[in-house]
């Protein structure tokens, strides 16, 4: 029985290992146990919905809520209108069609994460090659920028 006196200097690299391993585990793999990750290394969601705050889908009720249109244009013409047209490119891309090409949750990402949807998503990434201009976080909190989603839905029916 004398291979018992090993145990213990057995045992401690083992641990070692494993805590290692556990070490290695950042928050992105843990995502990527939830979700399948797609070649540019985001999940589904964050592919087709942005990366950023708003990690599932949002109800929207097909009707508009025209208290939040308001909300919603108001906050667009103080943050956002000297950077963006509804029809026709300025610093930023034109918004007036951006929910026909977007989902509500892309366009809210994009709001409350301008710079991680630049760096780490394909379409930003893209963007900003084709702006040149880093769209900077407004301080834009997710209920506002949901009003602006609303603003957005309006216009887009309505033009
Ligand atoms: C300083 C200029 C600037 C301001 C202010 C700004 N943006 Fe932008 N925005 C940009 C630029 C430039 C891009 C293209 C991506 C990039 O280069 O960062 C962009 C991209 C976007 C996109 C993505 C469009 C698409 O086709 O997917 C949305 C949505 C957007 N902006 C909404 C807003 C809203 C809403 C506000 C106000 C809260 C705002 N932006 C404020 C410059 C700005």
Known sequence: MTFLKYIPKLI????????????GEDDRSQRDDQEETTE???????LEHGIGPV???????????????TKGRNIYEMKCEMCHNMEGRMVGPQLGDVMEHRSPEFVMNFILNPSGMTREHPVGQELLQEYMTSMPFQNVKEDEARAIVEFLRD?????
Request: proline fraction near 3%; glycine fraction near 2%; aromatic fraction near 8%.
């Open 40 to 46: 540019a290394g985001l999940t589904e969601f964050e």
């Open 12 to 23: 401690l690299p083992i641990v070692l290992l494993f805590s290692l391993q556990a070490c």
């Open 155 to 159: 216009y887009k029916r309505n033009n």
């Open 55 to 69: 990690t599932e889908r949002i109800e929207i009720d097909d009707e508009i809520d025209q208290e939040l249109v």
